[in-house]
Structure formats: C-alpha cells, structure tokens
C-alpha cells in the first residue's frame, strides 16, 4: 500500500455563513502542482494539532491551483478552521477515492444523482 502524498497549500479565501442555524465555511486553498480530481473523490485535511485525525472533505471544485471546499462546522476539528486566516498554512493528504467519470461516460443510460446535506458538493464539482 503506497503512502498517500502529502501536500502544503495556503488559504486563499475564507468564507463563514449560517444557513438554517448551521454554519459552513467555503474555504478555497492555493495550491502548489498539479492535482485532478473527478466529483466524488476526497482529501484529508489536517484541522489542527490539537486535532488527532485528519477529516475528510469531499472537493467542491478544483482549479489550476485552487481547490474549494464546503465544510459543515460540527466539532473541535472543524471549529479550528474557523480561527484560520487568509495565508495560513494548511496539510492534506489526497486525493482520494474513485470518483465519477465524465458524464459522457454515461451517454444513453439513466442517471439518477441523489445528495442530501454535504453530499451536494460532488454533484456540484
């Protein structure tokens, strides 16, 4: 099993927002490389190192060197992004899974794209 890269980006942007009591974070980091990545597939972000695990966040959207994400603020981990600033350092590990491919792919056949809560972001991507 090969160890997943691990990779150093920068906050490019910080968005916090309350939708029905509940508060999100649209958070777009800059990144150094090349990555790419189909809807469905993953990174693990570091939140923290009073943070034990990394947390998985599906890719909202992924640019030449800027990758988005929409994060439901829930625990400690995800409450630690809240206090970072625009040129903070973040780590994360991806990216993973098997994702979709193009929906050319599927050309001819039924498709039915089901989200509910933070499930919507691979269907945005």
Do not use: W
Not at 97 to 115: Q, S
């Amino acid at each position: 099993m090969k160890k997943p890269l691990i990779h150093i980006g920068k906050i490019a942007q910080r968005t916090v927002f309350t939708c029905d009591r509940i508060t999100y974070i649209l958070l777009k980091i800059e990144i150094q490389g090349e990555l790419k990545a189909s809807p469905g597939q993953f990174i693990m972000l570091e939140t923290g190192n009073d943070s034990y695990l990394d947390r998985p966040f599906s890719i909202l959207q992924l640019r030449e060197r800027e990758l988005s994400l929409l994060i439901e603020v829930k625990g400690r981990g995800t409450r630690k992004l809240l206090s970072m600033k625009k040129g903070d350092s973040v780590r994360f590990k991806g990216i993973h899974g098997n994702g979709l491919g193009p929906i050319e792919n599927y050309y001819g056949k039924k498709i039915a794209l089901i989200a509910g809560g933070m499930g919507i972001v691979p269907i945005f991507h």
